[in-house]
């Protein structure tokens, strides 16, 4: 659990490495699940909330033996990003509208992402290893 | 903290960590240096990518975005020596069609 800052989310994203070293060896998975949830998270930060709001988003991240769950909470506005159209690369524009390429490598990297909306977004997310 | 130098026709670009990564907190620092090469006139740039250990969609976005950039001017920019997780980045989002990578020059 913690604050919507993108000053936290260093912190965060070296938690889930160190977590998922302790349960794969394999340095291309570490690299997905990192990258998975930085992007996920920077998306909430950036477009999900105001700046000035404190708000909290809530990982939690479990291992099994053939994968890796992640779950995401947050309080933000409805965002589905498997409703999100894919960015056309040709046109920038479109990658800076609420982080299109982010959106587009996180659907590259996850096995399974539902999304749910109960006061907040969440999103059930599945890596296997 | 990133370092340019010159070899032959090549301006590379050279982060100074040992696991260097490119994301959203310190992406301004590689744009930085980008535009000032680009302002300058360099036809030929190189990113060195050995001690880059990550890369997130922000860092590929500001890439992206220079490389256009560069193209319309007729300039070139490529990747040097990137490890294989992180080349995946690249071609995973099918942002690798729009860069020349080197394994060394």
Not at chain 1, 62 to 79: E, G, M, P, V
């Amino acid at each position: 659990m913690f604050n919507n800052d993108l000053t936290n989310l260093t912190m965060l994203v070296k938690n889930i490495e160190s977590f998922i070293q302790q349960h794969s060896e394999n340095a291309k998975l570490v690299y997905k699940v990192q990258l998975v949830v930085d992007e996920i998270v920077t998306n909430i930060i950036k477009y999900g909330y105001k700046k000035e709001e404190e708000n909290t988003i809530i990982v939690n991240i479990r291992s099994f033996q053939n994968l890796f769950t992640i779950t995401i909470k947050d309080n933000a506005k409805y965002f589905n990003p498997m409703e999100h159209t894919l960015p056309d690369l040709n046109k920038h524009k479109e990658l800076k509208k609420t982080g299109g390429l982010g959106i587009f490598m996180t659907r590259q990297y996850v096995d399974k992402l539902d999304h749910d909306y109960q006061n907040g977004n969440i999103l059930k997310i599945k890596i296997y290893k | 903290m990133y370092t340019v130098e010159r070899k032959d026709n090549y301006v590379i670009i050279r982060n100074t960590q040992n696991r260097a990564e490119i994301e959203f907190n310190n992406i301004s620092e590689l744009s930085e240096v980008l535009k000032n090469l680009m302002e300058e006139g360099e036809k030929k740039i190189l990113i060195d990518f050995k001690n880059v250990v990550y890369i997130d969609s922000a860092g590929l976005g500001v890439l992206l975005d220079t490389m256009k950039k560069l193209k319309a001017n007729e300039t070139e920019l490529g990747i040097l020596s990137i490890s294989k997780d992180v080349l995946e980045v690249f071609t995973a989002t099918k942002i690798a069609q729009y860069f020349k990578f080197y394994k060394n020059i």
